[in-house]
Structures are given as C-alpha cells and as structure tokens.
C-alpha cells in the first residue's frame, strides 16, 4: 500500500475518533486543529485557502484547455460557407 493511501486511513480514523469525542461537531478537521493546536489554527487556515485557490486556478485551467481543444482551429471556421473554386488561370492570347 502506498503512503498517502496509509495516511488519509489515519486521517479519517482520526476524524472519527473525534466525531465519536464530540458528537456536536459541525466542521470536523478545523474544529480538531483549533482543540488539538490552537497555534498552528491560523496557518492550517492560511494553507487550506492556498490549496483552495492552487485548486480553483487548476480546474479553471483544464476546462480552458478542453473547451479550447474542442473547437475547430480558426482555418476550419470558415468551412459552413460556399467553398470556392479556383479560378482558371488566363491564357495570355498574343496575336503576333
């Protein structure tokens, strides 16, 4: 098994245990970091919203690149109007 699959099983145990200590807890993982570790509160807080904005940029990031991968190049754009035909090239006739 890999690490992060170990350490998001302790989380939640984590989390469990204290739901089971305070049955009245609406917030789990921030209410559990401000009881636990009052300092580290604010820079838990400052590092969550971080990671919300890092995540946010991402996602806006890939529906970008698949919208923009889903439409046609800007040379096919014009392929609903009447194609033309190229012109015959003139024959210069010289009476000489």
């Known amino acids: 098994m ?6 998001l099983v302790i989380n939640y145990f984590g989390q469990g245990a204290y ?13 559990m970091i401000y009881d636990q570790a009052p ?9 969550s919203v971080a990671a919300t904005v890092i995540a946010s940029q991402a996602m806006i990031s890939g529906m970008f690149s698949i919208v923009y991968q889903g ?3 800007a040379s096919c754009r014009c392929s609903a109007s009447p194609t033309r ?12």
């Open 71 to 73: 439409s046609p190049p």
């Open 85 to 96: 035909r190229p012109s015959a090239s003139r024959r210069s006739t010289s009476a000489s």
């Open 39 to 47: 300092l580290l509160y604010i820079p838990f807080l400052l590092l």
């Open 19 to 31: 739901v089971i200590g305070h049955p009245n807890a609406t917030n789990v993982l921030f209410q």
């Open 2 to 7: 890999g690490f992060v699959f170990v350490a």
